[in-house]
């Protein structure tokens, strides 16, 4: 990418790179994974240059999805690794969720229901619930 077009990306509001992540996970339901990895990628330089931790770990979930679904479950690991990181980062509840359902996602894959449950059930701690909001995700302090 050109030292101008990072310029452009970066003075762009931020709902217009919202927006391009919703069209990814809308493309990725619909089945049309090459799309979507073009515009998810284009959120991850983004949030990359931007030093966006939630946008980044949004866009690593998203992309580790789509992994997932191409059963190219290496990358999907390394990638939702990278996401868990980046929300850790970011402190954010939401994101956390996110991380940890892609994550279940991932354990059913990889024929582990009994771990998807658990993860599925650990990421439901993590929503924008009352209980996040006061700085809690699993039922325990975030450390801060």
Not at 39 to 64: K, P, T, Y
Not at 72 to 90: F, H, I, K, T, Y
Request: glycine fraction near 10%; include cysteine; proline fraction near 3%.
């Amino acid at each position: 990418m050109s030292d101008q077009r990072g310029w452009v990306l970066a003075a762009v509001p931020l709902w217009i790179f919202l927006a391009a992540g919703t069209l990814g996970s809308m493309q990725t339901t619909g089945g049309l994974y090459d799309n979507a990895l073009s515009n998810l990628h284009e959120v991850r330089e983004l949030a990359d240059r931007l030093d966006s931790a939630w946008l980044a770990a949004w866009s690593r979930v998203l992309m580790g999805t789509v992994a997932i679904l191409q059963d190219r479950l290496v990358q999907a690991r390394e990638l939702l690794d990278e996401a868990l990181a980046q929300s850790a980062g970011a402190d954010s509840t939401g994101s956390m969720g996110l991380c940890l359902m892609a994550f279940a996602r991932l354990a059913l894959a990889e024929g582990d229901p009994e771990r998807a449950a658990l993860l599925a059930g650990a990421a439901g701690a993590c929503d924008s619930g009352p209980a996040s909001r006061r700085g809690r995700c699993y039922g325990r302090p975030r450390p801060h």
